[in-house]
């Protein structure tokens, strides 16, 4: 029923928790992009799609299209279950409730009427540390924003297949068919259409996004690879 759907760069120390850990949310459909990885990313991924836990697509980037939009592209065109969520290597589905689960969004996705789900983020920082410790990433790393914090506001994306034409201008909205609307985890429609809501909404699920990490894995590689959502290599 629901898929994830994500571009990786040079992601391997981080892909088997990623994976472990949306499959213990009971995710079992996975469509994976790799950008020209040379860190044993692909190697890993292709590994994976050996035994059935991906499905993996090499994606070199295409001139004059950011990464991230045009590998969104075609994961759409490619992925076959009705539901598909479009979120990073460095994003985790975090239900309020680990012990529901999902359950609240499959309430919401069985209604007819919802064609795409906005879920916000919850912006994490390097939680003070300036070396990588030798623990999981939604363990070692536990200080974030404010809920209110302008840059939660951001959200990404979960889409009906057969309602959405293309992603966005941007990888956290998507365009979807006349008369669809994106709703909040609360049932309620999402009324901006940019991929920043009004007000952040983590009443019954969010997208916790480990952006940083800790400095040097920043500095290493974040800020060394740029950016998958445009064009410019730079990182500020």
Request: glycine share 4%; hydrophobic share 35%; proline share 2%.
């Amino acid at each position: 029923m629901l898929s994830i759907c994500s571009i990786f760069k040079n992601e391997h120390q981080f892909i088997l928790e990623w994976l472990a850990y949306h499959r213990c949310l009971g995710i079992k459909h996975y469509y994976i992009a790799d950008n020209t990885s040379t860190d044993g990313s692909k190697e890993l991924l292709i590994a994976l799609s050996k035994i059935g836990i991906v499905e993996y697509f090499d994606y070199p980037t295409e001139a004059g299209t950011a990464p991230q939009i045009g590998a969104y592209n075609t994961l759409l065109s490619k992925a076959e279950t009705e539901w598909l969520t479009f979120i990073d290597a460095d994003e985790f589905l975090t239900p309020v409730n680990y012990e529901e689960s999902l359950t609240d969004l499959y309430t919401l996705l069985n209604d007819e009427r919802v064609s795409a789900v906005a879920l916000n983020w919850a912006v994490y920082g390097s939680s003070c540390s300036i070396i990588p410790e030798n623990a999981l990433v939604v363990e070692r790393l536990n200080k974030r924003a404010n809920k209110e914090h302008s840059v939660n506001r951001h959200y990404k994306s979960i889409v009906r297949k057969k309602d959405t034409i293309s992603a966005g201008k941007n990888p956290h909205h998507f365009i979807l068919k006349d008369n669809k609307k994106y709703v909040k985890t609360t049932g309620y429609e999402e009324s901006e259409s940019d991929g920043l809501s009004k007000q952040v909404d983590w009443d019954k699920l969010r997208v916790n996004h480990y952006v940083i990490k800790s400095k040097a894995e920043f500095i290493n590689k974040k800020a060394v690879r740029g950016r998958a959502t445009t064009l410019e290599k730079d990182l500020n």
